[in-house]
């Protein structure tokens, strides 16, 4: 399955479904660099397919920003690079195609959320609004039926608690193999970590396209589980299920059978919104999509007027009772004095629809100052929940008056503004405003860009450099050079657009960047093949010196290049094998250097005949020497190797976690006298 991902087609495919995502929320925070990927997207992918094929990929930790509730807790939403997004939903693919056949029966049926769409579809999923159409035509018909009696199934965070075994068993249910799901559950490991890099077991990241159909794969346990389909109906919607039946001893037993299902797979029940009560409306019951459109909106030109009078009708005492249709009335609402101020104070009772308010403001061509002022106000108090203040910034982005933006631009600078501790939504939109107000020194804007901060809100501040500044040259052509592919595809775009002069050797350039600046013709370079020795020492121990690993090997290149993947693959989580597979590499890296330096004398292809503490290869390259001598020793001590040391005659065990400490250091210092080595040479 595997091979099955990196082909060419499945991963084109899952690009398209990427940018035909009707989830307009996920989508606005990559629209840009979705179109610079989009520049060289054929190399981009070839890149990115070699890569996958020879087992280099790594994935990215995920931008973590934390969405408030209404409840007042936190929705996580996890922000993937784009080759993290394509590579997901490459694996998505696959998954649908072997769910689709063990659940099509029961589309429109019993489930109507999350539904494939099928390989030439140009949208992954079937249309939602249709789902819950016919979520609710079964739930009328299942009323009309005698079905009097309803209850409802929710469970707590399931995206969140949804466990890797779990998924992998299930995974295999479905055909697919251990190797792919093992993979799978690595990357998601890496995607659902915090921002603290703490690694679960559980989860699968909400926000990209492909998580929907993850869970499915899941939830299908209920669907599969609950048979009593005579006595009670089952319908889901994702992880909301819902149950009619003609009297509450069948709903109670399908409760009791759905609670025992969740445990199965490790899931929980939300208890408070688990009930059972008599229907004497259907149409209460019902998803609010169904309702009939508001009269004030029928026509194509909205009756402002009633449109303003029903928003007033719906929030009695700034109280919403029905937010679905009161965030649809308030889309189609062109902003004005009054009915913005009862917005604000409908606002004070509602924080959760901070978005609406926000998309409401943005329909201003400029927002009065009395608003103005209003929004300045709740920036400065929202200091619990930054995505509040960042949706506001944005809502204020260009639209403030001269007085206005200059009192937010203070704001911005002397209270919000700590680059070390804000979150990467409020990072961008802090940094974009002061930037094109020019209040970040070039010392301020460096340090707003160095690499440990989020990838996405760096590559969100590149972009909001223009127009053009001189002094920001040099800046741009250190991103050119950054380990994050969109921090240097976004540098490598405002070079290109704003005809910057390259300032940096074509070699430390990302890779990613390099195949932009060429769709640009700013560079003649027709290689984009990294090397996987570097790439997986670079992984292992830090930056590495630039060593021509091709030279050194030469026709063993390949060989020894798997061998370095396959360090990879243990180091910090199995220092037994990891230290068998580095004493192979050694192996291999003392053959090469023999090769290259005759002056050493011969290599005989066994490790121990040039470990003397005396011998030429401890004279001219004592690192690499005690790099090798203490990994062979070490290996000695693996109950890997032996049963027992054949020097002390002790018995071998695990190798502990912490020698990777020590085995670092050693590495470093090896490699950078290897490349001082070849420099003295040449």
Not at 9 to 15: E, G, H, I, M, V
Request: charged share 25%; aromatic share 10%; net charge positive.
């Amino acid at each position: 399955m595997l091979d099955q991902l990196a082909d060419t087609d499945n991963l084109f495919r899952a690009w398209r479904w990427l940018r035909s995502n009707p989830d307009a929320t996920y989508k606005h925070y990559f629209r840009n660099l979705y179109g610079i990927y989009a520049i060289a997207e054929n190399t981009l992918i070839t890149s990115l397919q070699d890569r996958l094929r020879r087992g280099i990929y790594a994935p990215a930790n995920a931008c973590k920003i934390f969405l408030p509730k209404s409840s007042g807790i936190l929705r996580p939403y996890s922000l993937l690079t784009i080759e993290d997004q394509i590579v997901y939903q490459a694996a998505t693919n696959l998954v649908a195609e072997r769910l689709f056949p063990k659940v099509k029966h029961r589309y429109e049926a019993q489930i109507f959320g999350h539904r494939y769409a099928g390989k030439n579809s140009i949208w992954f999923y079937r249309k939602w609004s249709a789902g819950y159409r016919a979520f609710n035509d079964a739930a009328r018909a299942a009323f009309n039926d005698g079905f009097l009696f309803a209850a409802s199934f929710d469970l707590t965070a399931c995206y969140d608690s949804l466990d890797h075994g779990v998924l992998t068993h299930q995974l295999k249910g479905i055909g697919c193999t251990t190797e792919f799901c093992t993979k799978l559950t690595e990357w998601l490991s890496k995607w659902t970590a915090t921002e603290r890099k703490i690694y679960h077991n559980h989860g699968i990241p909400q926000g990209p396209l492909s998580s929907g159909c993850l869970s499915e794969v899941v939830l299908r346990h209920f669907d599969e589980g609950h048979r009593n389909s005579k006595r009670v109906r089952y319908f889901r919607y994702v992880d909301d299920i819902r149950l009619f039946g003609k009297n509450e001893r069948d709903l109670r037993q399908s409760l009791v059978k759905l609670d025992l299902l969740s445990k199965d797979i490790g899931l929980f029940p939300q208890a408070s919104k688990i009930s059972i009560h008599k229907v004497s409306k259907i149409e209460d019951e019902l998803k609010s999509i169904s309702h009939p459109t508001e009269m004030s909106i029928r026509q194509k030109k909205v009756d402002q007027v009633r449109l303003k009078a029903r928003i007033v009708e719906l929030t009695p005492r700034f109280r919403i009772s029905n937010p679905t249709r009161f965030k649809y009335l308030l889309a189609h609402a062109a902003p004005e004095a009054h009915l913005t101020a009862r917005i604000w104070r409908i606002f004070e009772n509602h924080p959760e629809l901070y978005a609406t308010l926000a998309r409401y403001l943005g329909r201003y061509r400029k927002i009065p100052h009395k608003a103005a002022q209003q929004l300045i106000r709740e920036i400065q108090v929202q200091e619990l929940y930054p995505a509040v203040r960042n949706a506001l910034l944005s809502a204020a982005d260009g639209r403030l008056g001269s007085a206005d933006g200059t009192e937010l631009d203070r704001l911005v600078k002397v209270n919000i503004w700590k680059p070390r501790n804000l979150p990467a939504d409020l990072y961008a939109s802090a940094g974009q405003r002061l930037i094109k107000s020019g209040l970040l020194t070039q010392r301020q804007l460096a340090y707003a860009l160095e690499p440990q901060r989020p990838g996405w809100a760096r590559s969100q501040l590149i972009l909001s450099l223009a127009p053009m500044n001189p002094a920001n040259y040099k800046q741009l052509n250190k991103n050119l050079c950054d380990q994050n592919a969109e921090v240097a595809m976004a540098a490598a775009y405002m070079i290109a657009k704003n005809e910057v002069p390259i300032l940096v050797a074509e070699k430390s350039i990302n890779l990613n960047a390099v195949e932009v600046l060429r769709e640009f013709d700013l560079i003649k370079s027709t290689s984009l093949r990294p090397c996987g020795i570097k790439t997986s020492l670079d992984r292992m121990v830090g930056r590495v010196p630039d060593i021509d690993w091709g030279q050194i090997f030469g026709d063993n290149y390949s060989e020894v290049e798997r061998q370095a993947v396959l360090m990879l693959t243990s180091w910090k989580n199995d220092a037994s094998t990891w230290v068998n597979a580095m004493d192979v590499f050694n192996d291999q890296l003392l053959e090469a250097i023999f090769r290259y330096d005759p002056s050493i004398g011969t290599y005989t292809g066994k490790i121990g005949s040039v470990l003397q503490p005396n011998g030429r290869l401890k004279r001219t390259y004592p690192c690499i020497y005690d790099l090798v001598n203490a990994i062979h020793n070490k290996r000695a001590d693996s109950y890997l190797s032996h049963p027992l040391n054949k020097r002390t005659g002790r018995p071998t065990q695990r190798i502990r976690y912490s020698y990777f400490r020590f085995a670092k250091g050693l590495i470093q210092t090896a490699l950078n006298e290897l490349e001082e080595k070849l420099k003295s040479r040449t």
